[in-house]
């Protein structure tokens, strides 16, 4: 029997060399692709925000609905009021004289082919904002999933939306030239983000900061909450109308309806998220703004509350979502409403020089 001692298994390492020894092999991590999966499932919470806004303020579909049957009804008794009125106007007038009636019943054609192109003009605008919001669904589809022909096709689409305006001209003859070269659909999506939408994202913000700044001047200023409250909602209105025009819709009255429905429903929606935008620095500014004035305090609070809906009306109208550009926060399109540590009074709004 032999006196060595029982020699023992030695743990051991693969990533550990003995003095003098080389690797013969390599060691490479590599990405969990169902983690990677797992986050593209998950998404983006603003941009599930936007697309359910949307859907509820453009794409909502109903075959049935009390509001709708109500509205209908009052519409049609409308018209059948408006006709009765306008065929005893008409006789009347034939009554009277072959010359005025000849004259009134050129009028009521008149009257209602205006009627007719309004009610047509109405219905185009309505699909126009049915059209960008069914774009921003594929593109984030078509990004999500990495596929190439639905990224050409919708970036197609992109790119005729704005063929009329000059400010895309050139970025619109660079993607027409890489549609066909870019293999990859998800890469194809963010060059044309990088080169198309900057220009118009610029022209938006610019449009909040300047509404916010009015608002908050005018609140600071003003001797009534009622005049307060009149104009933060017609500048929100006219905010909202006017982001819509910048990225390629033109709303009318029945289309401002719906884009304001899409945007309400927006804030609502992401009105948890507003804390991680930078809103508890400005709550603590306009604290600081009320101490001094409690209308500059006012002032403040409306600028940021019209600048919000700036930002939702940018997420509901932009015909594509936020991929590889930043989408801008609080901080972004109205630096003027927040305050700087030390600064008592930077809450304030800047005055022009």
Request: aromatic content about 6%; hydrophobic content about 50%.
């Given at each position: 029997m032999s006196?060595?001692?029982?020699?023992?298994p030695?743990?051991f390492?693969?990533?550990?060399l003995?003095?003098g020894?080389?690797?013969?092999?390599?060691?490479?991590?590599?990405p969990?692709?169902f983690?990677?999966?797992a986050?593209?499932?998950?998404?983006?919470a603003?941009?599930?925000?936007?697309e359910?806004?949307?859907?509820?303020?453009?794409l909502?579909?109903?075959?049935f609905s009390w509001?709708?049957?109500?509205?209908?009804?009052?519409?049609?008794l409308?018209a059948?009021?408006?006709g009765l009125?306008l065929?005893?106007?008409v006789?009347?007038?034939?009554?009277?004289?072959a010359a005025?009636?000849?004259?009134?019943?050129g009028?009521?054609?008149?009257a209602?082919?205006a009627?007719l192109?309004l009610?047509?003009?109405e219905?185009l605008?309505?699909?126009?904002q049915?059209?960008?919001?069914?774009?921003?669904k594929?593109?984030?589809?078509?990004h999500?999933?990495?596929?190439r022909?639905?990224?050409?096709?919708?970036?197609?689409e992109?790119?005729?939306?704005?063929?009329?305006?000059?400010e895309t001209?050139g970025?619109r003859l660079h993607?027409?030239?890489l549609?066909k070269d870019?293999?990859?659909?998800?890469?194809?999506i963010?060059?044309a983000e990088?080169?198309?939408m900057?220009?118009l994202?610029s022209?938006a913000?610019q449009e909040?900061?300047?509404?916010?700044?009015?608002?908050?001047?005018?609140?600071?200023?003003s001797p009534?909450?009622?005049?307060d409250?009149i104009?933060?909602?017609a500048?929100?209105?006219?905010?909202?109308?006017?982001?819509?025009?910048?990225?390629g819709?033109?709303?009318?009255?029945?289309g401002?309806?719906r884009?304001?429905?899409?945007?309400?429903?927006?804030l609502?929606?992401?009105?948890?998220?507003?804390l991680?935008?930078g809103?508890a620095?400005?709550?603590?500014?306009?604290?600081?703004?009320?101490k001094?004035?409690a209308r500059?305090?006012?002032?403040?609070l409306?600028?940021?509350?019209?600048a919000?809906?700036?930002?939702s009306?940018?997420?509901v109208?932009?015909?594509?979502?936020f991929?590889?550009?930043?989408?801008?926060g609080?901080?972004?399109?109205?630096p003027?409403?927040?305050s700087d540590?030390g600064?008592s009074g930077?809450?304030?709004?800047e005055?022009?020089p």
């Amino acid at each position: 029997m032999s006196d060595r001692p029982k020699s023992r298994p030695r743990a051991f390492r693969l990533d550990e060399l003995a003095p003098g020894q080389k690797r013969d092999f390599l060691l490479e991590e590599r990405p969990d692709a169902f983690e990677a999966e797992a986050a593209l499932l998950v998404g983006d919470a603003a941009e599930q925000a936007a697309e359910e806004a949307q859907a509820r303020g453009f794409l909502r579909r109903t075959a049935f609905s009390w509001g709708g049957l109500l509205l209908s009804s009052l519409g049609g008794l409308a018209a059948f009021s408006f006709g009765l009125w306008l065929d005893q106007l008409v006789e009347s007038l034939f009554a009277r004289s072959a010359a005025l009636g000849a004259l009134g019943l050129g009028l009521a054609g008149l009257a209602i082919l205006a009627i007719l192109a309004l009610i047509s003009r109405e219905m185009l605008a309505i699909f126009r904002q049915r059209k960008i919001a069914l774009l921003h669904k594929a593109l984030a589809l078509a990004h999500e999933t990495d596929d190439r022909e639905l990224a050409r096709e919708k970036i197609g689409e992109l790119a005729a939306l704005y063929e009329g305006r000059p400010e895309t001209s050139g970025a619109r003859l660079h993607l027409g030239e890489l549609r066909k070269d870019i293999v990859d659909g998800r890469d194809l999506i963010d060059i044309a983000e990088r080169r198309l939408m900057p220009a118009l994202d610029s022209a938006a913000q610019q449009e909040i900061a300047s509404t916010a700044k009015r608002v908050s001047l005018v609140a600071a200023i003003s001797p009534r909450a009622a005049i307060d409250m009149i104009f933060v909602a017609a500048m929100a209105l006219r905010l909202i109308r006017r982001i819509s025009e910048i990225y390629g819709g033109r709303p009318g009255m029945l289309g401002a309806w719906r884009l304001a429905r899409a945007v309400g429903a927006h804030l609502a929606i992401t009105g948890g998220m507003a804390l991680g935008d930078g809103l508890a620095q400005q709550i603590i500014g306009h604290g600081l703004a009320a101490k001094i004035s409690a209308r500059l305090g006012e002032g403040v609070l409306n600028g940021t509350l019209t600048a919000r809906i700036g930002l939702s009306a940018m997420s509901v109208c932009r015909p594509m979502p936020f991929l590889s550009e930043k989408q801008p926060g609080l901080r972004d399109v109205a630096p003027f409403l927040f305050s700087d540590s030390g600064k008592s009074g930077s809450a304030a709004p800047e005055r022009q020089p």
